[in-house]
């Protein structure tokens, strides 16, 4: 009978709270000649630069990335680089991309000063009709306990910018909710950080906004990727694929008109769960639907990939 090789597990790179003992283990194992090894990377370029990507593709099929690896790949994966661009052209535009960034950011951050500043907010800062609120728990993740006798006011704001402002604190509270049981999120810093660039990617792309589940799909970039900038571009290049998921209608976003696909489905095949999702609600329907959806992105699988 052949040995085969079990592999060596891949949760080290992705440690979970120690408090979170009903995480399941992956079923990603790391196996050496199949798994795409950091050697193995490397070796697809040319010395140009240049990526041999059937045979990197064929490599990934047979038994996935090597997590220390993923995120770089990932980059050539999501389309960030074209295979056949030389080290010199992705140096080039890896570096405009990051001005580009920062550029963003810098406007965000004149809008609302709390971008950037390694805080975020989980309560509305601004009324429906653009009026800065007044509520002390804003005021205080704004300010801190040092708060001014007049808190700012930027007057008056255009339709954008007010439709902007009132997202941010969804993206807050989402934000706290995500990937709570990796100890990457323990850190504000990096809280901060996804709060950031789902911010900044919501006045990008204006006509998407904002919508619950964008944040479990940014949340493997930043942890795949240690530049901010970097993580933002690899996770709007995911969004071109996925946007239209959460574009919105008149009538509904994009993922509600795949939920009433999924009901009819469910309703006849599996009637109990059908019921269950039409109690707990639309808020729980759709995060069902984003697992469903966007399984293949999360921790469960990405150590798989």
């Not at 990603?28 to 050697?39: E, V």
């Not at 919105?248 to 769960?273: C, F, H, M, W, Y």
């Not at 109690?279 to 798989?304: A, E, M, N, T």
Request: aromatic share 10%; glycine share 8%; hydrophobic share 35%.
């Amino acid at each position: 009978m052949m040995w085969r090789d079990p592999g060596t597990p891949a949760d080290s790179y992705y440690e979970v709270r120690p408090e979170c003992n009903d995480v399941p283990e992956s079923k990603f194992r790391i196996k050496a000649g199949k798994t795409l090894s950091a050697r193995k990377w490397n070796a697809a370029f040319t010395p140009e630069g240049y990526l041999d990507i059937g045979k990197t593709l064929g490599r990934i099929q047979r038994g996935g990335i090597h997590p220390s690896i993923r995120g770089e790949v990932w980059e050539f994966l999501l389309g960030c680089y074209d295979p056949f661009s030389s080290h010199e052209e992705r140096q080039q535009i890896r570096q405009s991309r990051r001005v580009k960034y920062e550029i963003l950011k810098e406007v965000c951050k004149k809008m609302f000063p709390l971008i950037g500043s390694g805080k975020l907010v989980t309560a509305p800062i601004i009324s429906e009709d653009g009026k800065p609120t007044q509520d002390p728990i804003v005021l205080q993740q704004i300010y801190g306990f040092d708060i001014p006798k007049q808190p700012y006011d930027d007057g008056p704001m255009d339709k954008r910018e007010i439709n902007w402002k009132l997202t941010l604190h969804q993206i807050g509270l989402d934000v706290i909710r995500t990937d709570r049981t990796l100890k990457f999120f323990e850190k504000q810093e990096n809280l901060a950080k996804l709060w950031d660039m789902l911010s900044v990617y919501s006045w990008f792309d204006s006509d998407v906004g904002y919508c619950q589940g964008m944040s479990d799909l940014c949340s493997p970039m930043i942890i795949l990727l240690e530049n901010e900038a970097d993580a933002f571009w690899c996770f709007e290049r995911l969004m071109r694929k996925l946007r239209g998921n959460f574009r919105g209608t008149d009538r509904s976003v994009g993922v509600e008109s795949q939920l009433t696909n999924l009901a009819s489905v469910t309703q006849v095949i599996d009637p109990k769960l059908h019921q269950h999702l039409d109690d707990v609600g639309s808020r729980v329907r759709s995060r069902f639907i984003l697992r469903v959806r966007g399984g293949g992105i999360r921790w469960g699988k990405i150590r798989c990939v």
